[in-house]
């Protein structure tokens, strides 16, 4: 996997003095203040703290005025994945899982990974149907449990095919 990862997005300005709202994909603010650059380079992170919401405040030295900070909205923010600490047996990034092409145990051709949601129970893979149909959900969602989702690599997952029914 060498695609970047992307760890936030800029969601808006904060204050006049070119701050910027984050909604965090990761593991909160701390995760990201791992890093101190991104997108190759781009946006040097000065500080970042909790928003008290499940987001963060950012300052980066790029951006020294409320302009600035409104001009970046919309930019997520990546990291190399390289740059990332490694992961335990059994372990994946969300990222990971993101366009991989998804069939089921019994080898028919589902759709591709289109986001991995949680709502607060367990994580749940969002599939892209393939072909998508004309009429009906274009979209489905399955958990990402053992019963459910049988395996993955990175040439593909494969879902039970009882969850991929229409």
């Known amino acids: 996997m060498t695609k970047p990862v992307t760890l936030a997005a800029i969601i808006g300005a904060h204050g006049v003095a070119g701050e910027v709202r984050l909604k965090l994909f990761g593991d909160g603010v701390a995760a990201l203040s791992q890093h101190k650059t991104f997108n190759d380079g781009a946006l040097t992170l000065v500080k970042v703290r909790d928003d008290g919401k499940g987001g963060a405040i950012a300052r980066f030295s790029q951006c020294a005025s409320r302009g600035d900070a409104e001009r970046l909205r919309g930019t997520v923010l ?5 740059a990332l600490p490694p992961l335990a047996e059994g372990e994946f990034y969300h990222a990971d899982l993101i366009g991989l092409p998804v069939q ?3 080898g028919v051709l589902v759709g591709t990974v289109l986001a991995i949601e949680n709502f607060g129970a367990t994580d749940l893979v969002e599939i892209v149907r393939d072909p998508v149909p004309v009429k009906g959900p274009k979209t489905f969602m399955v958990p990402l449990i053992p019963a459910a989702v049988v395996g993955w690599d990175e040439h593909g997952l494969v879902v039970a095919a009882a969850f991929a029914e229409d």
């Open 104 to 106: 089921t145990d019994s």
């Open 78 to 82: 990546t990291v190399p994945r390289e």
